[in-house]
C-alpha cells in the first residue's frame, strides 16, 4: 500500500467527518461522523505503521477501545435523550435550560 494514497483517503475521510458534525443536527448523524473520524485516523496509524513499524498498529486497538467505550456510552445517552424528548435533533434539545 502506498503512503500517499492511504493518507490521502483518511484526510477525506476525517473532513467529510468534520464537515457531518458542523452541518448537521441529528445526534445519530454526528455520532456517526465521530466514528468515521475515528476510523480516519486509524487509517493514518494503519499507513504510518508500514512505513515507521509496529508502534501505529498498537495505537489503533487503544483507538478502537475508545471507540467502542463511546458507542456503548454516546447510543445510552442518545437513547437516553429520546426517552424523554421524543427527538434526537439536536436544535431541540434544552434539558439544561432552568
Avoid: W, Y
Avoid at 61 to 79: K, N, P, R, S
Amino acid at each position: 500500500m502506498l503512503l500517499g494514497p492511504s493518507l490521502a483517503l483518511s484526510a477525506v475521510l476525517f473532513a467529510i467527518g468534520v464537515a457531518g458534525v458542523l452541518i448537521r443536527r441529528n445526534a445519530i448523524v454526528l455520532f456517526m461522523c465521530i466514528e468515521l473520524m475515528l476510523n480516519a485516523v486509524n487509517l493514518t496509524f494503519i499507513a504510518l505503521a508500514q512505513v515507521h513499524g509496529m508502534s501505529g498498529q498498537i495505537m489503533v486497538f487503544f483507538v478502537m477501545t475508545v471507540a467502542a467505550a463511546e458507542a456503548a456510552v454516546g447510543l445510552a445517552i442518545i437513547l437516553a435523550i429520546f426517552r424523554h424528548t421524543q427527538t434526537v435533533d439536536l436544535t431541540q434539545l434544552n434539558l439544561l435550560k432552568g
